[in-house]
């Protein structure tokens, strides 16, 4: 299922698990039909930095599994996953 409102999913997560961050830092692919295991998930790319509130911290990439329409889990970006994603900001400042 296309996870439509994935925007306000992802928003809702990092709300969610402030330890990752402020959502209005984290920029986003639009979803993609990927291949997780040995199933098709809806995908989003995502780009963070690690540690929250440290200007030095770590930039993270992330993929979001989206499970009917919903944000399922975050894990680390494996190196084809996210390559050629284009990224905008989840959140308007």
Request: with cysteine; net charge positive; proline share 6%.
């Amino acid at each position: 299922m296309f996870p439509a409102d994935y925007k306000s999913e992802l928003s809702l997560f990092f709300f969610r698990n402030p330890e990752l961050g402020d959502a209005k830092d984290v920029l986003i692919s639009d979803p993609a039909l990927k291949p997780i295991g040995s199933v098709n998930r809806y995908v989003v790319c995502v780009r963070f930095k690690g540690t929250a509130g440290s200007p030095s911290a770590v930039t993270k990439d992330k993929i979001a599994i989206f499970f009917y329409g919903s944000v399922n889990q975050l894990i680390d970006a494996g190196r084809d996953q996210c390559a050629g994603a284009a990224y905008a900001p989840l959140a308007t400042r």
